[in-house]
């Protein structure tokens, strides 16, 4: 198929929610979200435990969402446990939109039966620069700011030390600044390392370099980009989320009428609910935006939590009713998450048009390349063995000749 045709340019950007609206893409990025929350999970409850909480006590109150921030007092095995977890989710985040990244190109190349699996076989070859990128400049920091204690250090000298820190004043200041431009190349690479990686097929230091070269290239068409982007990331997160809270409310319609289910159903859903959906959690999401404000108000307003013990029975649909609704949460987080990964894959795709009027779309990449080159070689054995043919046929020709010559003088020696 012929690749999508784009404008190069903001218009493109707009695509993003229609693009990312794709069974795979949301498939993908839960696994990742799961993986990476599991560990997140376990890890927190970990780190509670050793900050002396008991397994009930954080169950009480934190549930399926512990963060250990909100801890008083925080020892330092919870901190680094935290810490870790956090680590850990956002790169398997970071691992999948470079998933999503790969399908979305080889979509725009005009491959729709490019599947998940090609695409996190894709990311198990190419984990590395996904990884150790945002590593590499957070370390060229970590360098840059032990330079500058060093400096400060050699500054403390007595009658020396003034002027060890005036002369070189120009040195420090350029460093200095250096030092925040590599700040936000840090920041720039946390977005569009997925997609540079995606598309681009660049090792670590290849992906690093065109971090460096976007942020000072185009400065502009990040924040004009994001500026459109991000609207319609929270503009499609909202009716994604609006049409799952829909279809539950039409469920607990129907089924919790008093001819049917009735009060039953109320129990079960509301204990359900109560286990995926605590107040805490609204409440903390609340205070972060206003759409997940009328989110939350919405799924409030369909639920009805009752105080009737649930039988074992009921006990057990409501267990597994609660992993439904965790698993369509997942999947309202994971379809935001790829809109605003296909999103940054746009935009890179844009950038290299741009700047180096490098079509991406029109660049055979590996897996063509891998194709073609195996493709050759079918060629080349299949000719090795037309030749292999022909020549032993040959030879049999030959020896047949040879057999009915002999044949021949055999009969004239005995007549």
Same mark, same amino acid.
Not at 52 to 60: E, I, L, P, Q, V
Not at 135 to 148: D, K, M, P, T, Y
Not at 214 to 238: D, E, N, S
Not at 301 to 330: H, N, P, Q, R, Y
């Given at each position: 198929?012929?690749?999508?045709?784009?404008?190069?340019?903001?218009?493109?950007?707009?695509?993003?929610?229609?693009? %990312?609206?794709?069974?795979?893409?949301?498939?993908?990025?839960?696994?990742?979200?799961?993986?990476?929350?599991?560990?997140?999970?376990?890890?927190?409850?970990?780190?509670?435990?050793?900050?002396?909480?008991?397994?009930?006590?954080?169950?009480?109150?934190?549930?399926?969402?512990?963060?250990?921030?909100?801890?008083?007092?925080?020892?330092?095995? %919870?901190?680094?446990?935290?810490?870790?977890?956090?680590?850990?989710?956002?790169?398997?985040?970071?691992?999948?939109?470079?998933?999503?990244?790969?399908?979305?190109?080889?979509?725009?190349?005009?491959?729709?039966?490019?599947? &998940?699996?090609?695409?996190?076989?894709?990311?198990?070859?190419?984990?590395?620069?996904?990884?150790?990128? =945002?590593? /590499?400049?957070?370390?060229?920091?970590?360098?840059?700011?032990?330079?500058?204690?060093?400096?400060?250090?050699?500054? @403390?000298?007595?009658?020396?030390?003034?002027?060890?820190?005036?002369?070189?004043?120009?040195?420090?200041?350029?460093?200095?600044?250096?030092?925040?431009?590599?700040?936000?190349?840090?920041?720039?690479?946390?977005?569009?390392?997925?997609?540079?990686?995606?598309?681009?097929?660049?090792?670590?230091?290849?992906?690093?370099?065109?971090?460096?070269?976007?942020?000072?290239?185009?400065?502009?068409?990040?924040?004009?980009?994001?500026?459109?982007?991000?609207?319609?990331?929270?503009?499609?997160?909202?009716?994604?989320?609006?049409?799952?809270?829909?279809?539950?409310?039409?469920?607990?319609?129907?089924?919790?009428?008093?001819?049917?289910?009735?009060? @039953?159903?109320?129990?079960?859903?509301?204990?359900?609910?109560?286990?995926?959906?605590?107040?805490?959690?609204?409440?903390?999401?609340?205070?972060?935006?206003?759409?997940?404000?009328?989110?939350?108000?919405?799924? &409030?307003?369909?639920?009805?939590? =009752?105080?009737?013990?649930?039988? &074992?029975?009921?006990?057990?649909?409501?267990?597994?009713?609660?992993?439904?609704?965790?698993?369509?949460?997942?999947?309202?987080?994971?379809?935001?998450?790829?809109?605003? /990964?296909?999103?940054?894959?746009?935009?890179?795709?844009?950038?290299?048009?741009?700047?180096?009027?490098?079509?991406?779309?029109?660049?055979?990449?590996?897996?063509?390349?891998?194709?073609?080159?195996?493709?050759?070689?079918?060629?080349?054995?299949?000719?090795?063995?037309?030749?292999?043919?022909?020549?032993?046929?040959?030879?049999?020709?030959?020896?047949?000749?040879?057999?009915?010559?002999?044949?021949?003088?055999?009969?004239?020696?005995?007549?």
């Amino acid at each position: 198929m012929d690749p999508m045709k784009l404008y190069f340019d903001v218009r493109d950007i707009f695509r993003a929610p229609r693009l %990312a609206l794709s069974g795979k893409k949301v498939i993908i990025l839960m696994q990742a979200n799961l993986v990476g929350y599991g560990v997140y999970w376990v890890l927190n409850y970990l780190g509670a435990s050793a900050n002396g909480m008991a397994f009930s006590d954080t169950w009480a109150a934190y549930g399926l969402y512990p963060c250990l921030l909100g801890l008083d007092s925080l020892s330092g095995i %919870a901190c680094v446990l935290y810490w870790i977890g956090v680590a850990f989710w956002f790169y398997a985040i970071s691992l999948g939109a470079t998933a999503v990244s790969r399908v979305t190109y080889k979509q725009l190349k005009g491959d729709e039966f490019y599947s &998940g699996g090609d695409a996190w076989s894709y990311v198990k070859k190419h984990w590395h620069p996904v990884v150790f990128s =945002s590593i /590499s400049l957070g370390l060229i920091l970590v360098f840059l700011f032990f330079l500058a204690a060093i400096f400060g250090l050699v500054g @403390k000298i007595p009658y020396v030390g003034e002027f060890l820190f005036v002369l070189p004043y120009i040195l420090y200041f350029f460093g200095s600044v250096f030092t925040i431009y590599t700040g936000i190349v840090f920041l720039v690479a946390l977005v569009y390392t997925p997609a540079i990686v995606g598309t681009y097929e660049e090792d670590t230091m290849g992906t690093v370099w065109h971090n460096f070269s976007i942020t000072w290239g185009q400065p502009w068409r990040i924040i004009l980009y994001h500026g459109a982007l991000v609207p319609v990331v929270v503009l499609g997160a909202y009716l994604f989320s609006h049409a799952w809270i829909s279809g539950y409310g039409l469920i607990n319609a129907v089924f919790s009428h008093e001819w049917l289910m009735g009060s @039953k159903l109320l129990n079960i859903v509301g204990w359900a609910t109560q286990a995926v959906h605590p107040g805490a959690l609204c409440s903390l999401l609340g205070n972060t935006c206003s759409i997940c404000i009328a989110c939350c108000a919405g799924c &409030g307003s369909l639920l009805t939590s =009752s105080g009737v013990a649930l039988s &074992g029975t009921e006990l057990v649909a409501a267990f597994i009713l609660a992993v439904f609704l965790f698993l369509l949460i997942v999947s309202v987080v994971s379809y935001t998450m790829a809109v605003l /990964s296909v999103g940054e894959t746009l935009m890179f795709i844009i950038f290299k048009k741009r700047s180096d009027d490098d079509n991406l779309l029109e660049r055979k990449d590996e897996e063509e390349l891998d194709e073609e080159e195996e493709d050759d070689n079918s060629l080349l054995d299949d000719d090795e063995f037309g030749n292999d043919s022909a020549t032993n046929t040959g030879s049999d020709e030959e020896e047949s000749e040879n057999e009915a010559d002999q044949d021949d003088s055999e009969t004239e020696d005995n007549p």
